[in-house]
């Protein structure tokens, strides 16, 4: 199995940033690629980026310019600057790791993590 972890939300105003970190123990060497999901009140979850092992990276229209998505593979962490964000950017955001598959297709995610809190103001 693979644990998730995900920290750095919090409340920012519009025009802020926020950096969010996941961090993936267990059985890490299964991993293939990892993405952040997120999902507002009312509405399904989206993919907002993801990245896999080679570098290789996927970005949502909504955030492309905004957001960007690294990773360290030593240290199984991945991360997400949000800058310049939006009140639309509010919701919950989630860490998702997947085996094999495409970057940006959800289901071919097999880890989630528990979510963490964006919430931007106007």
């Known amino acids: 199995q693979v644990q998730l972890v995900e920290s750095g939300g919090g409340s920012v105003q519009a025009g802020g940033s926020l950096r969010l970190s996941c961090a993936a123990s267990?059985?890490?060497?299964?991993?293939?690629?990892m993405g952040w999901f997120r999902q507002a009140p009312g509405k399904e979850r989206e993919i907002v980026t993801a990245i896999n092992w080679s570098g290789s990276t996927y970005y949502a229209d909504s955030v492309k310019g905004r957001f960007t998505i690294s990773r360290d593979n030593g240290k199984m962490l991945v991360y997400l600057q949000m800058n310049s964000l939006k009140p639309e950017d509010t919701a919950v955001y989630y860490c998702a790791a997947a085996r094999k598959g495409e970057l940006a297709t959800m289901g071919d995610y097999d880890y989630w993590g528990q979510g963490t809190q964006v919430t931007v103001s106007s």
């Open positions: 267990g059985r890490t060497f299964r991993i293939y690629a």
